[in-house]
């Protein structure tokens, strides 16, 4: 009986070894989890952030390694390292960078739907050319026609391609705010392969 509230007095105790161990571990895992999202970076984004040497040495070595049972122990050896880092600034820059990544990846969807809405929906051209009247519809109508025909044809989807690349010139002119008279809105008419 005195074991058994002996340990019920441990349990509770929220500065004993065995809370504290269990925090510790979590920290550790913690600190090797944004070791490995170092390990995925660039070098060119790695050197932005400010790292001790041994650490950036140790975090490049981890990107060679290929075994997984090596790799995790070499994640292990970071997270030990980073115990002498303020991880704080790290976080902060992998946030902003995540975030970018976000917006980009939900640009792409944007378009995304957008190329499709022309490829499948007579009235989404109009709605475009009502949205940036300065653009050169009848290149885009050329673009999408050919893209269909592409599609039906089971041919390579050229066509489909150049019309995403026109359509992302077309909105990154209008965040930039871009003069239309100068830029035509990122379309160019001799980008149109000739007709067959």
Request: proline residues 4%; charged residues 30%.
């Given at each position: ?18 809370t504290s161990k269990t ?21 060119d984004r790695l050197a ?140 160019t008419t001799n980008t ?5």
């Open positions: 009986m005195h074991d058994r509230q002996a340990r019920h007095v441990i349990s509770d105790d929220p500065d004993n070894t065995l925090r510790r571990k979590a920290q550790m895992h913690a600190l090797q989890e944004i070791g490995k999202r170092l390990t995925t970076l660039d070098g932005q952030i400010t790292l001790p040497e041994t650490l950036r040495i140790a975090i490049v070595e981890a990107g060679r390694i290929h075994k997984h049972g090596a790799f995790r122990r070499q994640l292990q050896y970071i997270g030990k390292l980073m115990r002498a880092v303020d991880t704080a600034p790290i976080e902060a820059k992998l946030a902003e960078w995540s975030s970018q990544s976000h917006e980009a990846t939900a640009h792409h969807h944007h378009l995304e739907q957008l190329r499709h809405r022309l490829l499948t929906d007579d009235q989404a051209m109009n709605d475009l050319a009502h949205r940036f009247p300065r653009a050169d519809i009848q290149h885009l109508r050329t673009l999408t026609r050919n893209a269909r025909r592409e599609q039906t044809a089971g041919k390579p989807l050229k066509s489909s391609r150049m019309l995403f690349r026109e359509l992302r010139a077309l909105l990154e002119t209008e965040i930039t705010g871009e003069s239309s008279e100068s830029t035509n809105y990122g379309i149109l392969p000739p007709a067959r």
